[in-house]
């Protein structure tokens, strides 16, 4: 069974930083896409950022030049460094992962990619 638990969350000012953690526990494979999602308040679940095995990295416009995705296969742990944090990225974030190597063009950030779901790490920006 994979499971999956978030870590890192928190309240910061406009500008700050922060860095969420996800840590991967599963006795039978160690390949995962794995992906960062977050849900606002009244809006949908929407991608944010995703790793593939292979190293493919797809990123949200909105989060562009300001979030970094990154993975530590030994530890099969997935981070999201957060920067120039803005209000606006005020949600929960949440934690994906599908067991494949690599999945179609485009698909990275559909939430329907992703079997594997952690329980969520709210980030808080005010302004």
């Known amino acids: 069974q994979t499971q999956l638990v978030e870590s890192g969350g928190g309240s910061v000012q406009a500008g700050g930083s922060l860095t969420l953690s996800c840590a991967v526990s599963d006795h039978t494979s160690s390949v995962y896409c794995m992906a960062w999602f977050r849900q606002a308040p009244g809006k949908e679940r929407e991608g944010v950022a995703a790793?593939?095995?292979?190293?493919?990295?797809t990123y949200a416009d909105s989060v562009k030049g300001r979030f970094t995705i990154s993975r530590d296969n030994a530890k099969n742990t997935v981070y999201l460094q957060m920067n120039s944090l803005k209000p606006e990225d005020t949600a929960m974030y949440y934690c994906?992962?599908?067991?494949?190597?690599?999945?179609?063009?485009?698909?990275?950030?559909?939430?329907?990619?992703?079997?594997?779901w952690g329980q969520g790490t709210q980030v808080t920006v005010s302004s």
């Open positions: 790793i593939e095995t292979a190293g493919r990295i």
């Open positions: 994906a992962a599908e067991h494949v190597h690599a999945v179609p063009t485009g698909w990275a950030l559909r939430r329907s990619t992703y079997d594997y």
